[in-house]
């Protein structure tokens, strides 16, 4: 199978997804809406959980110790968080949305423009935060199939139904960021010719899943809690798991 397949399979689903719930949102009183929010929020919420578990994995305390991993996820968080802040993630990401929402729907009102921009960056994070997102991608670029990105693509096309019932079209919009994210995450397969390892990989999936618990508390309307900013954590973790390791 050519690599790539199973991120334009994914990007198809969304966009797919997206016009359906797009359709079916304006036929939707704003408190169903609201409540469809709620129950994303909630389910993001519990995959949040499942994926943060992670940081009790056994080849992470073998490589690292058993004390470091919840050091190694806080340290990450902390670190990437200052990066992303100083680089300015959630406001660029923010203004990209803005970009998009001008060039695809033409100039709107100010609530439907944010809207919009709410939509693209929620939708952006949750389809490229996730596990199946960085494992799927890497090794469809290793040519050990596109099977993991086939099943986050039938979820992605699921949830952006869900989405876009609420947001519009902004959610459509996040199909690019797919493209960037696990597009350059399988190029990344293809020039390194090896897995990640199974520590590495257990770091990224569970400051993962805090990102995707911030995700799940801007859903609920508890806190909007720019993630965007923390992004870089998802860069940090492996990195620290050297240094654990080399240093233990």
């Known amino acids: 199978m050519i690599p790539g397949t199973g991120t334009a399979v994914n990007v198809l689903t969304v966009l797919v997804g997206a016009a359906v719930g ?4 304006d036929r939707l009183p704003v408190r169903t809406r609201d409540l469809v929010t709620d129950a994303l929020g909630l389910a993001t919420l519990l ?11 056994d080849d992470l305390a073998a490589r690292v110790g058993d004390s470091a991993p919840m050091l190694i996820v806080l340290g990450s968080l902390v670190i990437g968080g200052v990066v992303g802040s100083l680089l300015r993630l959630e406001q660029r990401t923010e203004q990209l949305g803005g970009w998009l929402q001008r060039r695809l729907a033409g100039e709107t009102g ?10 693209f960056v929620l939708s952006s994070l949750i389809f490229c935060t996730g596990p199946l997102t960085i494992l799927g991608a890497l090794n469809d670029g290793l040519g050990n199939g596109a099977d993991q990105l086939f099943l986050k693509a039938a979820l992605d096309g699921f949830a952006a139904i869900a989405f876009a019932a609420t947001f519009g079209l902004g959610v ?9 994210v696990q597009g350059g995450l399988t190029l990344a397969g ?4 090896d ?33 965007a900013d923390l992004l870089p954590a998802l860069l940090v973790a492996p990195v620290l798991v050297q240094v654990a390791a080399a240093v233990r």
Do not use: H, N, W, Y
Not at 48 to 57: E, H, R
């Open 47 to 57: 995959i949040a959980a499942v994926s943060a578990m992670a940081v009790l994995d």
């Open 110 to 119: 100010s609530v439907e423009r944010q809207r919009f921009i709410e939509g």
């Open 190 to 193: 293809v020039l390194l010719g």
């Open 172 to 180: 459509a919009a996040s199909a690019l960021t797919i493209v960037v």
């Open 22 to 25: 797009k359709l079916l949102g």
């Open 195 to 227: 897995v990640l390892p199974a520590a590495d990989l257990a770091a990224i999936t569970a400051t993962g899943g805090l990102l995707l618990v911030g995700v799940a508390l801007r859903l609920l309307r508890i806190r909007e809690i720019p993630v």
